[in-house]
């Protein structure tokens, strides 16, 4: 799934990266004596994880023009879709000792194949910033603990879990702006949507041809065991399907569909 997102932002107009740091669970390796120390510290990290996910933030917007000229861009709705492995490297702790270069130039060469959309340079400074600060915070729980004469050493692997987030716009374009975005009514939503099961979804052959949801922009599949799979697909008067939490979502707020710009009744 990870390289879907990315091919997702090379076919689609990618707008940019950011990325969120959180510390993982710690492996504790080895205690040589009585644990009196916080088991989270840093004092005695000799490895580290790396633990890449990727995750997709799809914005979609509705453009107006009149006369070849954009008069007005509406937010219509925005999505993140779950995170995704991608990859998990383990460093020793000595990498962060020698400047943002050198981790910079190992994330270089190990994802290489993303670089046109992945800001290393970015990931690399913010993972050490993470870092510096973890190690400045556990040295001043540990002041009060110096002249501990059972002070621990500890061998163990710490692991950062960094996701990041791949942000894309989906853009409808009227050439008019007599099309009004209004919600769709409750009525509507309730009588001209059907429900699509899995046995209709394989014979249709969807998981064939990989059809996706598109607003979501995840894949519909029968297949209960992927992940994600277990949504419920609506199907619209168009013959359009999506997740129903999605098209439900959506309806909400447009009475168009997303793909055809079919349109459905409203309260007016």
Aim: net charge negative; proline share 3%; with cysteine.
């Amino acid at each position: 799934m990870a390289a879907q997102i990315f091919d997702m932002c090379m076919n689609r107009p990618f707008v940019g990266m950011s990325l969120k740091i959180k510390d993982s669970i710690t492996s504790l390796h080895r205690t040589r004596k009585r644990i009196r120390t916080r088991r989270n510290s840093s004092k005695y990290v000799e490895h580290i994880d790396l633990n890449f996910k990727v995750q997709l933030r799809c914005t979609h917007v509705l453009q107006e023009y009149e006369d070849g000229i954009m008069t007005t861009t509406s937010f219509l709705h925005e999505h993140t879709s779950s995170s995704h492995p991608l990859a998990t490297y383990q460093l020793p702790i000595s990498i962060f000792k020698n400047g943002n270069s050198t981790l910079e130039q190992y994330l270089c060469d190990r994802l290489h194949a993303h670089r046109e959309l992945i800001d290393i340079t970015l990931v690399a400074d913010r993972i050490i910033q993470h870092w510096v600060k973890k190690v400045e915070e556990d040295d001043c729980d540990h002041d009060e603990e110096e002249n501990n004469e059972d002070f621990n050493v500890f061998q163990k692997i710490h692991s950062l879990e960094i996701t990041l987030e791949m942000k894309i716009n989906r853009r409808y374009v009227v050439e008019s702006p007599v099309m009004i975005m209004v919600p769709t009514s409750d009525d509507a939503i309730e009588s001209m949507l059907r429900r699509v099961e899995n046995d209709e979804i394989r014979r249709l052959g969807c998981d064939e041809e990989g059809i996706e949801c598109a607003i979501c922009l995840e894949e519909i599949s029968s297949d209960k065991e992927e992940e994600g799979s277990e949504k419920s697909v609506l199907q619209m008067p168009c013959l359009h399907m999506f997740h129903e939490e999605c098209i439900d979502k959506w309806l909400r707020t447009s009475h168009y569909c997303p793909t055809c710009r079919f349109s459905m009744p409203t309260n007016n």
